[in-house]
Structure formats: structure tokens, C-alpha cells
């Protein structure tokens, strides 16, 4: 059975920062696209970043671009987010996922996610 189990979440002041990681199991993941996506309360999903299989390629929303850095482990099957300068907007469930190509998850799906991560910044 395929899981993604997200950590690193929790309660940061305006202009900390968290590190987030995704681990996979059940299958392995090397081949395929990973990002992550967050919902705020009251607003839809968005995917906010995305990594090739290969790690050659990102995505990122604008609204995190300069703050946010995806990365991955494949050796791992884990992937990674870190936030910088973490704003109050920032606030929301952050979910990982994983899809066959990255413009899937740029298009806002996936073909596999996991259960989230509270992430919770305080002005």
C-alpha cells in the first residue's frame, strides 16, 4: 500500500523557518514527480512546489518563489521543503504528493498524497 507521511510542520514566528519532509513507501518513487501543495483555511488547494523525478527541474507558485525550496532524496524516497521568511499567509495544511510528471502537479493533481502537515505562523 502506497503512503506519504509529511513531518516538520508545527507553530513558527513570522520570519522563521521550517523544514518539511515527505517520506514514501509502498513503492518507489524515483521515476516519478514529488511536490507539495497546501490548503489555508477557507481557501482551495494549491500546489505550491514541484521536483522532476530527476531533480532537474522545479516549479514553484509565485507567491513562494525566493522563500521556498524543494528538493528530494530518491535513495530516501523522501522530498523535502524548506521555508524561509515564513509569513502569516503562509499558514495552512501542507500536503505532499506525488505524480507520474511534474505538470500534473503544476496543473493542481496527483496520483498519490498524503494526509498533511499543520504549519501555523504567528505575526
Known amino acids: 500500500q502506497v503512503q506519504l507521511v509529511e513531518s516538520g510542520g508545527g507553530l513558527v514566528q513570522a520570519g522563521g523557518s521550517l523544514r518539511l519532509s515527505c517520506v514514501g513507501s509502498?513503492?518507489?518513487?524515483?521515476?516519478?514527480?514529488m511536490g507539495w501543495f497546501r490548503q489555508a483555511p477557507g481557501k482551495e488547494r494549491e500546489s505550491v512546489a514541484a521536483i522532476s523525478w530527476s531533480g532537474g527541474n522545479t516549479y514553484y507558485a509565485d507567491s513562494v518563489k525566493g522563500r521556498f525550496t524543494i528538493s528530494r532524496d530518491n535513495a530516501k524516497n523522501t522530498v523535502y521543503l524548506q521555508i524561509d521568511r515564513l509569513e502569516p499567509e503562509d499558514t495552512a495544511v501542507y500536503y505532499c504528493?506525488?505524480?507520474?510528471?511534474?505538470?500534473?502537479?503544476?496543473?493542481?493533481?496527483?496520483?498519490?498524497w498524503g494526509k498533511g502537515t499543520l504549519v501555523t505562523v504567528s505575526s
Open positions: 504528493a506525488v505524480a507520474r510528471f511534474l505538470e500534473t502537479i503544476v496543473q493542481g493533481r496527483a496520483d498519490y
Open positions: 509502498g513503492r518507489t518513487f524515483s521515476t516519478y514527480a
